[in-house]
């Protein structure tokens, strides 16, 4: 901008005061250079923090080289040529820096979206004030004033004030790159050239930055369009099958409490990219406290807990909701999060107790405790009296978290006995009974798993002996197996080996259906009698 407006802020007033600003920041660029020089980077996956090591891969990169030359002093030309601007454009290089900046902070950020617009805008301007100096620059080199394209004459008082010489620049930059037009027409090659230049540039640049623009609102109200599809998926169901009047005012009025209280989030679903050692502990920070408040889990081992509190399930009940009624098979535990419920008969008229936050229920049901006189359904009712946000614990996810810690499910289990004995709901006859059917299934078990592994070392055992003597028989009389070879590969007269070849192969078949054995190993039983013949006369 100085080198292009240089007649109002070149003058020799003013000169010296653009001395600080331009040294500050050179001094700025050579303490980042330093600090650039010390950034840790990740070596086998281990921070490097050795400063030699640090410097000499900084001075191996290409941003060294940049650097180098954002801070070379051209200043020194100002003693041939005197002061001009543009002796410091080398300084526009360090831009990388900016965009590397933005980068980083998107990711720390809290607010993302925000800092994307705010860098989105930022580009626009810097855009459009680079195209106004240049049109101001083209300006004076053809003359102002010499036609109705270029900058009018700055003698005229109108237009000699250095803001109203910029503001116009930066107007007339706006719409040419906009392509929105209202400009005077180009006269000159020069200047239809430049509005040419100027306007595909503005259609590739602002094509792709309003597009960004686009994008970036579609993610502002990302979580909200999905949400809203829910909400119309709903609403078309209920339409179709005809639900209307109280239930369909229940679920929009549901659908309103999620969204605000942003219980709309599916944790599941938004923590499936983490590593199951990092998600566990953002749910142990968000649900271990709330875990620890059941009677049964307060002294259970760590493991136990981090494997139930990634099952945990959040589950939202409106007012005059019930979360189990009285006789149901007990399936899940709950813990109240948020929230009022009411502990109430089977017509729900008469209220035991009602129940707040932090309370839990139906922690007996999910352990399975043999000699439950309930058999593990529900004593009574629970309703929600508001609005209620309960953690949800099955009886399959906590057996599953179980099956790697025996101690623990004993020790789960005596507890539930312990409060089951406390209610008098306990038949210990019962228990007994079922403990020893369970030891002696298990022994069976395990009777069962040793007896397959015997008789799989017996059957490997067969198979090795088997083996060599395959081998044996194979390996006997080689001499013998080559002359049965020659005679079958001998034709018989009046055929071709080929055809010889056949008809041994049909003959074969036809001794395999009948039951008899091949020609080549069956032994001659005449031949054997006249063997016999020759050895009496020759006695």
């Known amino acids: 901008m100085r080198g292009c407006f240089w007649d109002k802020l070149q003058v020799p007033g003013l000169v010296y005061y653009w001395f600080i600003p331009d040294y500050l920041c050179d001094i700025i660029f050579i303490f980042d250079m330093y600090i650039k020089s010390r950034v840790g980077f990740l070596e086998q996956g281990l921070l490097c923090r050795d400063v030699g090591k640090l410097s000499m891969v900084y001075l191996k990169s290409w941003m060294f080289y940049v650097d180098v030359i954002c801070i070379l002093p051209l200043d020194f030309f100002y003693l041939l040529i005197g002061f001009n601007a543009f002796l410091r454009m080398n300084k526009c290089l360090k831009i990388w820096r900016m965009r590397e900046f933005f980068n980083l902070a998107e990711t720390h950020t809290k607010y993302p979206n925000l800092l994307r617009v705010a860098n989105l805008i930022l580009i626009i301007i810097i855009i459009i004030h680079w195209n106004c100096c240049l049109y101001f620059a083209i300006s004076r080199s053809m003359g102002f004033g010499s036609d109705g394209w270029v900058y009018p004459d700055i003698t005229a008082p ?3 004030s250095f803001w109203k010489q910029y503001s116009y620049c930066f107007y007339w930059s706006t719409l040419t ?63 179709i099958r005809q639900v209307t009047g109280p239930i369909q005012e229940r679920v929009v009025k549901w659908f309103d409490y999620t969204w605000n209280n942003k219980e709309s989030v599916d944790d599941s ?21 709330t875990l620890r408040k059941v009677e049964i889990f307060k002294d259970c081992e760590p493991g136990v807990l981090v494997e139930l509190v990634l099952k945990l399930k959040m589950q939202v009940f409106s007012p005059g909701d019930y979360i189990c009624r009285k006789g149901d098979i007990g399936k899940e535990m709950y813990i109240i999060k948020r929230g009022k419920l009411q502990v109430c008969s089977e017509d729900g008229k008469t209220v035991f107790v009602t129940l707040e936050d932090g309370a839990v229920f139906g922690e007996i049901s999910v352990l399975n405790i043999p000699g439950n006189k309930t058999g593990n359904r529900r004593t009574a009712s629970v309703r929600s009296v508001g609005y209620s946000d309960l953690f949800c614990l099955s009886k399959s996810d906590l057996l599953e978290a179980l099956q790697e810690y025996p101690d623990a499910r004993k020790s789960l289990s005596e507890k539930g006995k312990k409060m089951l004995r406390k209610d008098k709901l306990l038949d210990e006859e019962a228990a007994r009974r079922e403990e020893r059917r369970q030891q002696n299934l298990d022994k069976k ?54 055809q010889g070849k056949s008809a041994e192969k049909v003959e074969r078949k036809t001794s395999a259906k009948n039951g008899r054995v091949s020609p080549k190993k069956q032994p001659s039983k005449d031949g054997n009698a006249e063997k016999n013949k020759e050895g009496e006369e020759k006695q």
């Open 177 to 239: 790159l906009t392509t929105i037009g209202d400009t005077a027409y180009p006269e000159q090659t020069i200047s239809f050239l430049y509005c040419i230049t100027c306007s595909l540039v503005g259609v590739l640049i602002f094509a792709t930055i309003f597009g960004n623009v686009g994008a970036l609102i579609n993610e502002m109200d990302a979580a909200r369009n999905e949400f809203q599809h829910k909400v119309d998926a709903v609403k078309r169901y209920m339409e």
């Open 269 to 289: 679903k938004n923590l499936e990219y983490l590593p199951e050692k990092l998600r566990a502990e953002i749910c142990i920070h968000v649900h271990l406290r």
């Open 445 to 498: 078990i395990e009777l069962i798993a040793d007896a397959v592994d015997d008789l799989q070392k017996v059957v490997n055992k067969l198979i090795d002996k088997l083996s060599p003597e395959d081998a044996d028989n194979k390996s006997e009389d080689p001499e013998e197996e080559q002359q049965e070879k020659k005679t079958s590969e001998t034709p018989k007269p009046g055929k071709t080996p080929e």
């Open 158 to 160: 109108e237009y000699s």
